[in-house]
């Protein structure tokens, strides 16, 4: 069975970091490109950024390119997105996404397996 559970969502104040991460089990975790989307009330699922599995080349959404940083350790089955200098309206639920293969797509519906995601709330 697939699961995906990330952490480390929490309150933080506007203009400071935080550190998410995303534990895989139950897939080859090395065949897989890992995202992060995010969604906030009456909303649908953005696109934050991507990582492949061969090279590990990062993709991201205009809105954090230079703040947000995604990393994967394959041995650990482990994604983590570094994000900086966060902003209010970033508050939301943030998603960890897995898709089999190597081609970055930036829609959701691509994405074969998810977690439950964690609160990320950043307070003015």
């Known amino acids: 069975q697939v699961q995906l559970v990330e952490s480390g969502g929490v309150l933080v104040l506007a203009g400071c970091s935080l550190s998410l991460s995303c534990v895989a089990s139950g897939l080859f975790f090395n065949r897989y490109v890992m995202g992060w989307f995010r969604q906030a009330p009456g909303n649908g699922l953005e696109f934050v950024s991507a990582?492949?599995?061969?090279?590990?080349?990062?993709y991201y959404a205009d809105s954090v390119k230079g703040r947000f940083t995604i990393l994967r350790d394959n041995a650990k089955m482990t994604v983590y997105l570094q994000m900086n200098s966060l902003k209010p309206k970033e508050t939301t639920v943030y998603y960890c996404?897995?898709?089999?293969?190597?081609?970055?797509?930036?829609?959701?519906?691509?994405?074969?397996?998810w977690g439950p995601g964690t609160q990320v709330t950043v307070s003015s």
């Open positions: 990582i492949t599995l061969s090279d590990s080349s990062a």
């Open positions: 996404a897995a898709r089999i293969g190597e081609m970055i797509i930036r829609t959701a519906a691509a994405y074969n397996y």
